[in-house]
């Protein structure tokens, strides 16, 4: 009897003994079991996320749903000013001038094309020309305007203009001391005109240096220049129509 018992006894002891050994196993597998899913979880909205919202909630910066703006397009009217700057300032740059942006760019683009034309008295081509020539030639590329090829005719048919209220466009007259009309040139701006010089063919001047502010006479404006001037600046200044 007494044998009986104690074999119970450790039965009971080997069975209690048995299920506090797995148990703690089966609680460490559904811990790992459980450690993929958890991590696999986490990445998803890593995953599901586009670029933008991902760099965002790396630095801090924009919100993952906040939508990014793109920069609008230019639109052709600021294509077409951005083009009108960048020659404006180009033939600033060559002609020596500080352009206002609504000069005749035509006139300026023509004189541009005809700096380094050498001298030829009675000429008026890019080969050769002489001043008066030089005058002819541009005034019929840009205003279509035919002109007498001669300073001294040029003189007596166009309206005095004050030295003080020359514009661009308008013709200089120059003479030495009493005598003839013998150089003429278009005046530009800042005190500058173009002209064919005997020294050095189509060129810049100003009407500071010594020479030709001594032998400066008079200013004389081609009234049907001046006209398609004021309807190109008109033209310019109108707003457009969106």
């Known amino acids: 009897m007494k044998n009986t018992i104690l074999y119970c006894l450790a039965a009971g ?6 299920f506090f050994e797995r148990a703690p196993d089966a609680s460490a597998t559904a811990r790992a079991m459980a ?7 986490s990445l998803l909205p890593a995953l599901t996320m ?8 790396r630095g801090g910066g924009t919100p993952a749903n906040t939508p990014v703006e793109k920069p609008a397009a230019p639109t052709a009217a600021e294509l077409a000013a951005s083009r009108d700057s960048l020659t404006y300032h180009y033939y600033a740059q060559t002609l020596g001038l500080h352009l206002a942006f609504n000069e ?4 300026l683009r023509t004189v541009t094309d005809w700096i380094g034309a050498p001298y030829s008295y009675g000429s008026n ?13 541009v005034f019929r590329e840009v205003y279509g305007i035919n002109l007498i090829h001669s300073s001294r005719a040029m003189f007596s048919t166009t309206k005095r203009v004050a030295k003080s209220e020359m514009e661009t466009g308008d013709l200089v007259f120059f003479r030495r001391g009493k005598g003839p009309i013998y150089h003429v040139g278009i005046y530009l701006k800042d005190g500058k005109f173009a002209h064919s010089a005997t020294n050095g063919g189509v060129m810049v001047s100003s009407l500071n240096q010594p020479y030709y502010h001594r032998n400066f006479y008079a200013a004389g404006r081609v009234r049907a220049a001046k006209a398609a001037d004021e309807a190109l600046v008109a033209a310019a200044t109108v707003p457009t129509q969106e």
């Open 35 to 41: 450690a993929p899913v958890a991590a696999e979880a």
């Open 50 to 57: 586009d670029e933008p919202a991902l760099v965002a909630n």
């Open 13 to 18: 002891s080997l069975a209690l003994s048995f």
């Open 125 to 137: 081509s890019r080969r050769g020309t002489d001043c008066s020539g030089f005058v002819t030639r």
């Open 104 to 107: 005749n760019k035509d006139l």
